[in-house]
């Protein structure tokens, strides 16, 4: 006891499983002294639920016998928030405001696969326009290149290497102001609808995504040279967190830990989706299956990005004008938009069209704001690759105007099982390494 | 609906068309005799989710069935019949020759109703049979069904076999009072934590789970959120001087 006393921070108490020490900064002494005083070797370490970094409010439960982990677990659910109940309570179109707000690095992502599957419960999947396909991807693809950037960027910080997290949020921000300039929003964009996306490329955009390419080729190169062989960063990534092809496929992993075993699984490729099949791109693998090599996917992937959004950009410069939403007016709504002086509202030639010219325009409009657009019973399952592995979107429609469930099989979540394969017979700064070269997003664990 | 060999499917009337309840108008009509008649689980009257308050606008007569596409004849296309007669044979070589309920092939997607007895046999199949080689599972999502009397909760399983770049789902129905599904975790291990979701939000109890507890709520929260008899819960909400109730008591559309 008295090696605490004096830390307010740092109290020890007794309780029925033993000595409790909470710990909470820099006083990692007295525990050492307090724990070398009960003169046992087995810890138990809880650890958060906090974040370890930026990855969510996890907590990991760690057994430690001296510096090695001989059990690990994880507590997950403090971020859950009843998406997918509360779809069930809106309107088909409005799920997507709910859905995006999942895996909050990959939002698009979240959009894509629930979009995907309405479309192919109302078989439209065929009359999507041409230009939305390539909108999507392209914001998906940029959506991966900051998603990834997160990923280097707190991994790196996690194990101390702070630059690579201020050079990667810089970079970041490059993904999210073209975000801004086509969504409105940096964040949470329920952009792409049931049926095409919610508005036109605004003007500028190709020019903007043009400099963005032409920067990103300057700057990624950076990452490579500050990690890909310097000796603190091998040390801590290589042979770390190693899960091997059947471990992989027994706890089902997917994305980059999948393709870090050298298997060239990648959705975009094997069951292409939004016309994935008409880029041109590799399908990137490594052969370590550990932390490094899933580092290097990652970076890797980002150049694959790179050259995708630089096709997609050419496409758009033919599009000019194209429509970016389905033909079909009951499904399109809301697509008669337009910036108003108090944001973005109904455009007003659509109000006074439906105010003053068409009463039938105004009963549909009506009908379809307050009741939404009924989508035929059945269910649908149709995954994408988003940055973390296989995302897919389990709809089930009942026939009527809103989702009877949704449910989403999220790759944070599968994949963050792999912990205890990861962590254990390893060492405690080893779990942290492991749990980034997951890369979990609690938003999409817990959803 | 008895298959007349072992290792068939259950025969379904021809004629049929897995789309025919989406071309209703609305749904809302009852199917024409002879076709093939889409499973009915749930009868909704009404409108707006108004109930008793003297509405004189008609609407309360209102009926409408909730149909769910029904089973289809074969052949069932493309991929689908190879994937039927090598697992119609393995089933029937391992003794499980009625595993099989119900086959619904909708949206170019292939649906194995699994009687939920015969759930492990079938996916040890899928995984092990060298012409299935279904090696992954997305994981299970459960489906509640509060009117469809005896098969209120549903496990849904979506399997890819990598090998053959093939997606399928099974669904397994138990009733709300016998709410036990074999778990599948050693097949798949992938399903430990999903089994657990599902048992957390609906209930389904999956027995030889090696630890089904909650995963996503508190230990001690009651009930299983996801059901359709869990209310969603709320405030009404003020803005601008209107009071916006809460979404599970606002209009709804049957």
Redesign the interface.
């Known amino acids: 006891m008295t090696t605490t006393q004096n830390d307010p921070y740092a109290q020890a108490s007794d309780t029925a499983e033993g000595r409790v020490f909470t710990v909470t900064g820099q006083d990692w002494d007295s525990v050492v002294t307090g724990v070398a005083e009960e003169g046992e070797e087995r810890v138990v370490v809880n650890m958060g639920p906090q974040h370890p970094s930026t990855h969510g409010v996890l907590r990991l439960i760690l057994e430690l016998e001296g510096e090695t982990v001989t059990e690990a677990r994880c507590g997950?659910?403090y971020l859950?928030t009843?998406i997918?109940?509360?779809m069930?309570?809106?309107s088909w179109t409005q799920g997507v405001t709910f859905c995006t707000r999942m895996d909050y690095l990959s939002p698009f992502y979240n959009e894509a696969t629930y979009v995907l599957g309405v479309e192919?419960?109302l078989?439209i999947e065929d009359q999507i326009p041409e230009k939305a396909q390539v909108m999507r991807v392209l914001l998906m693809e940029i959506n991966r290149i900051s998603s990834h950037l997160v990923a280097i960027a707190t991994g790196g910080m996690e194990i101390g290497a702070l630059t690579v997290m201020t050079i990667g949020f810089r970079e970041r921000e490059l993904c999210l102001d073209l975000f801004e300039l086509i969504t409105g929003l940096r964040m949470n964009h329920a952009f792409i609808r049931p049926g095409g996306v919610a508005q036109d490329m605004p003007p500028g955009a190709l020019d903007q995504i043009r400099d963005f390419i032409a920067l990103m080729k300057k700057r990624l190169p950076e990452y490579a040279d500050l990690c890909n062989a310097n000796p603190i960063f091998k040390a801590r990534l290589e042979n770390v967190g190693v899960l091997d092809l059947a471990g992989c496929?027994?706890?089902?992993?997917t994305g980059p830990v999948l393709r870090s075993t050298g298997y060239p699984?990648d959705l975009r490729k094997?069951?292409p989706y939004s016309g994935y099949q008409d880029y041109d791109f590799d399908v990137v693998t490594w052969d370590t299956s550990d932390s490094y090599g899933r580092f290097r996917i990652r970076l890797a992937e980002m150049w694959e990005s790179l050259k995708i959004i630089e096709q997609c950009a050419n496409r758009l410069a033919d599009l000019e004008g194209a429509p970016v939403m389905v033909a079909d007016k009951k499904i399109a709504w809301p697509s008669q938009l337009a910036i108003g002086s108090d944001g973005m509202g109904n455009s007003l030639d659509h109000i006074r069209h439906i105010m003053g010219e068409s009463m039938e325009a105004l009963i549909h409009h009506f009908k379809l704001v307050?009741?939404?657009f009924?989508v035929?019973?059945?269910?649908?399952?149709v995954?994408i690759e988003s940055p973390r592995g296989?995302l897919?979107a389990?709809v089930?429609s009942?026939?009527?105007?809103?989702p009877?469930?949704a449910?989403f099989?999220d790759p944070s979540?599968?994949n963050?099982?792999a912990t205890s394969v990861m962590a254990e017979g390893g060492l405690v700064a080893d779990v942290i390494v492991a749990i980034a070269s997951i890369d979990p997003v609690m938003g999409g664990v817990?959803? | 609906m008895s298959p007349k060999e072992p290792g068939e499917f259950p025969e379904v009337t021809p004629g049929t068309d897995p789309?025919a309840?989406?071309n209703l108008p609305?749904?809302t009509l009852p199917v024409e005799p002879g076709a093939l008649a889409?499973e009915v689980?749930?009868v909704r009257r009404g409108m707006f989710g108004v109930e008793g308050s003297g509405d004189t606008s008609g609407y309360g007569g209102l009926v409408?069935p909730?149909?769910?596409?029904g089973g289809t004849p074969r052949p069932y296309g493309g991929w689908f019949d190879e994937v039927a007669d090598s697992l119609g044979a393995a089933l029937a070589e391992a003794g499980l020759p009625n595993a099989v309920e119900k086959v619904v092939v909708?949206?170019?997607?292939l649906?194995l109703f699994i009687r939920r007895a015969d759930l492990l046999g079938v996916a040890t199949l899928l995984r092990d049979d060298p012409a299935l080689r279904f090696?992954?599972?997305?994981?299970v999502?459960?489906?509640?069904y509060p009117e469809d009397q005896g098969r209120e909760l549903h496990a849904?399983y979506?399997l890819l076999s990598?090998t053959h770049?093939r997606?399928i789902?099974l669904e397994v129905t138990c009733p709300d009072r016998d709410p036990h599904v074999p778990s599948v975790v050693s097949v798949?291990?992938?399903?430990?934590?999903?089994e657990r979701?599902t048992y957390d939000f609906f209930g389904i109890i999956f027995d030889g789970h090696p630890a089904l507890t909650?995963?996503?709520?508190?230990d001690d929260w009651p009930g299983h959120?996801?059901r359709k008899d869990y209310p969603?819960g709320g405030i009404p909400v003020e803005y601008k001087g209107a009071t916006i109730p809460p979404?599970?008591t606002?209009?709804?559309?049957?």
């Open positions: 997950i659910g859950h009843g997918e109940k509360n069930e309570f809106r192919r419960l078989d496929m027994a706890l089902g992993l699984w094997t069951q307050t009741e939404g009924r035929p019973a059945g269910q649908a399952y995954p296989e897919g389990h089930v009942d026939g009527g105007t809103r009877y469930r449910h099989r979540f599968t963050l099982q817990d959803r | 789309d309840t989406d609305e749904n889409p689980v749930e409408r909730v149909t769910m596409p909708h949206r170019g997607e649906t090696e992954f599972c997305s994981g999502s459960g489906v509640h849904v979506h990598m770049n997606r789902r798949y291990p992938t399903n430990d934590w999903h979701e909650r995963i996503e709520m508190p959120p996801q969603l979404p599970d606002r209009r709804a559309y049957n």
